[in-house]
């Protein structure tokens, strides 16, 4: 068990329609990151936060979009969704959020778009 | 761009033998690699982490080496089990903060 919690696992939706996904990090982890992982694509990195702020952005769309709460869960809301959104997203923490550092990974939420 | 570089394709070896994963990259000097472990439906697990003045690096059947001339890391498992069929990812430091992953390998232990 990571220690990362992510809900739902599961999301089944339609086109053009918004979802959000929730992650809560490692006990004692303040850096969260998000990826999307589909068939053809490997692990892409989205974006990360440290303590509620943001720190990195990687291939994230600007239908997608994220945040940290002070409590240190995050969510990423994914909207206007398109066929091509379905993949798995995994949130994963790290400590201090530092490319030294491992990363914790939940075990994803798949999003299926009909 | 940067890119990383996996095989794509399935290494299939028997039980008992050494297996040896490859990852290669261009565009790249990291200062860090990690190895994960992602078993299907499930999210990748840690397994070891490298720095780029490090040549080699063991826990217990796991080796990783980082040939930062080849660009190259080499992620061997010893004595393989059945139980070590996964696919196994290589990821990169991109600067301070993130991580770009390879697509992984996919190993299947033959008993």
């Known amino acids: 068990d990571s220690g990362v919690t992510q809900t739902p696992k599961h999301l089944i939706t339609a086109t053009g329609q918004r979802v959000t996904l929730r992650c809560s990090p490692r006990s004692g982890d303040l850096s969260v990151y998000w990826y999307q992982q589909s068939l053809d694509q490997g692990l892409q990195f989205l974006i990360q936060y440290y303590n509620g702020e943001e720190r990195a952005k990687g291939n994230i769309l600007e239908r997608f979009s994220a945040q940290q709460f002070p409590d240190l869960h995050s969510e990423l809301n994914l909207s206007s969704l398109e066929l091509g959104d379905s993949a798995l997203y995994f949130c994963?923490?790290?400590?201090?959020?530092?490319?030294?550092?491992?990363?914790?990974f939940g075990d994803g939420t798949r999003l299926s778009i009909l | 761009s940067q890119k990383i570089e996996q095989n794509s394709e399935a290494l299939n070896i028997q039980e008992g033998k050494t297996a040896t994963l490859t990852c290669n990259y261009t565009n790249y000097s990291p200062a860090y690699l990690q190895w994960y472990r992602q078993d299907p439906g499930r999210g990748p697990v840690f397994l070891l982490l490298?720095?780029?003045?490090?040549k080699e690096k063991r826990k217990e059947r796991l080796k990783v080496t980082f040939d930062t001339t080849l660009k190259q890391s080499l992620f061997h498992i010893t004595a393989s089990q059945p139980a070590d069929s996964a696919t196994y990812l290589c990821a990169l430091a991109s600067g301070t903060y993130k991580y770009i992953f390879g697509t992984g390998t996919r190993l299947k232990v033959l008993a």
């Open positions: 490298i720095r780029e003045n490090e």
């Open positions: 994963a923490s790290s400590a201090r959020g530092l490319s030294n550092q491992p990363q914790h």
